[in-house]
């Protein structure tokens, strides 16, 4: 399940009705959020979910990996960045990686993302940024980085 959390959080709270107009009463706490997805992994085979908060709510993150037993992804969480890769492990505020080439820069840089995520015990999910392609170079990738995920 991708959440893109980021995209409904304002002010420190999560709209879910953020296609409607703001209203202070319908906002919750990253904690209420979080409580809402355990509802979802008890009720649904839910075995992995990507940005389940806001890419800054690192609280909410380290909380909510604390209380699951499913797959955590971070992708605007770490962005491919090994600064936030760094800090998301020392805070066990994810446990996968979402790998995107493009995002980083190089696929040198890519590699050792990938290798410090992996040094952390976490999974890593292969991607690209957006749009389809017929290029199976991330496959291959997959492949090579060992990360068993597209």
């Known amino acids: 399940m991708d959440v893109a959390a ?3 959080h304002r002010d420190g709270r999560y709209d879910l009705d953020f296609k409607s ?3 202070p009463k319908r906002l919750i706490s990253g904690e209420q959020l979080g409580q809402l997805y355990q509802s979802f992994i008890k009720n649904y085979p839910v075995v992995s979910i990507e940005d389940p908060f806001d890419q800054d709510d690192w609280e909410a993150w380290r909380r909510f990996v604390g209380e699951v037993q499913i797959q955590v992804v971070g992708d605007d ?3 491919t960045n090994p600064r936030r890769i760094q800090r998301a492990a020392e805070l066990r505020a994810c446990n996968c990686l979402l790998l995107k080439v493009n995002q980083i820069g190089s696929v040198t840089e ?3 993302a990938c290798k410090l995520a ?3 015990g ?6 690209h ?4 392609t017929e290029d199976t170079f991330i496959a291959d990738l997959v492949v090579g980085l060992c ?3 597209v």
């Open 21 to 23: 107009p703001p209203d």
């Open 110 to 112: 890519a590699v050792q």
């Open 147 to 149: 990360t068993g995920q």
């Open 122 to 127: 976490w999974g890593v999910m292969v991607s």
């Open 129 to 132: 940024r957006s749009g389809e």
């Open 77 to 79: 969480l770490t962005v």
């Open 6 to 8: 980021s995209e409904f």
């Open 118 to 120: 992996q040094s952390h």
